[in-house]
């Protein structure tokens, strides 16, 4: 019932200007905003603590945030009505060349990205530029909300795989191919992450982006997407980062991350009100234990991608 009440909404989105959809978006985010007491508390009290600002700056940034949301779920919903004309009009690129000449190498690419902006338009964007887009995803609480995104993604051009499961190993096979895998990679990873420092405190960090340029020699190039003001997004591609090998794996695997890492964390400081700060990203505690933990997994998960 619900994937079909989605369906439903989507058909008559589709069928608005595009204006249209931003306006209605945005007023969607203002009620979404006065009854998610919860995610709106915690983003405020988070925001507060990683950018050191005032409840009252926070707030106004909450508001923004919540607009944004809003505006992300009409999107999404119109999805279907987009062409690669259509999706030119509303996203603009900034430096593709990096993740041109990042493919050009024929190791393929591991793209980083976050919860920053529309990342489904993103990936969306890039499947519709022509490009061999594949991504890991994460399947939500809701099956019925996976469904219709997974179906949205692969109608713009983008390979699925899930994570946690078999799929990973067609996953690796298309990088091996030459082609762009991409992945959220700013969510908690429990303990079978690792530790490192994020918005100015320990969080578990997901090891996969790390492991996969390690195994394949990929270049990580870092892209995320920012709403405009006026409408309409910009991509920003960054320089490509490398898997640096030393001799010391772990090590290694954990420095590449944090070069990771901060990429995200520069581009969310940069844009505070486009990344979804209500996520729980530092749900795993960060202890002496659970550093120990961080380690072993991260030695484990090396010895068995060799």
Known sequence: MQYKILKIL????CRLPYSWVLVLGKAFGK??????ARQRKRAIAQMQESLGISA???????????NHLGQTFFEVMFMPALTPAKM?????????????????????VV?????????????????MEGLPLTTVIKRQPNDQHTKILNEYREMTGIEVFASGTTELVAAAKALKKGKILGFLADQDAGYNGVFVNFLGKMASTPLGPAV?????????????????PAGGHKVLI???????????????LTLITEKMTGTIENTI??????????????????????????EQQTAATVKKGQ
Do not use: C
């Open 269 to 294: 400081r940069q844009y505070p009100t486009n990344w979804l700060w209500f996520q729980k990203r530092w749900n795993t505690k960060y202890d002496e234990a659970a550093a120990t933990s961080s």
């Open 31 to 36: 009620l979404y905003y006065r009854v998610a």
């Open 56 to 66: 009252k700056q926070a707030e106004s940034i909450t508001v923004d945030l919540f």
């Open 88 to 108: 030119r009009q509303y996203v603009k690129f900034e430096n593709m060349h990096y993740l041109q000449d990042a493919l050009a190498e024929g190791n393929g």
């Open 111 to 127: 793209l980083l990205t976050a919860h920053i902006g529309n990342w489904e338009w993103l990936g969306a964007s890039l499947a």
């Open 10 to 13: 989507s058909y008559v989105i």
């Open 238 to 252: 960054n320089e490509p980062l490398y898997f640096e090998n030393t001799g010391d794996e772990t090590a290694d």
């Open 212 to 228: 996969f340029a390690k195994r394949f020699k990929s270049p990580v190039v870092p892209v995320f997407i920012v709403r405009n």
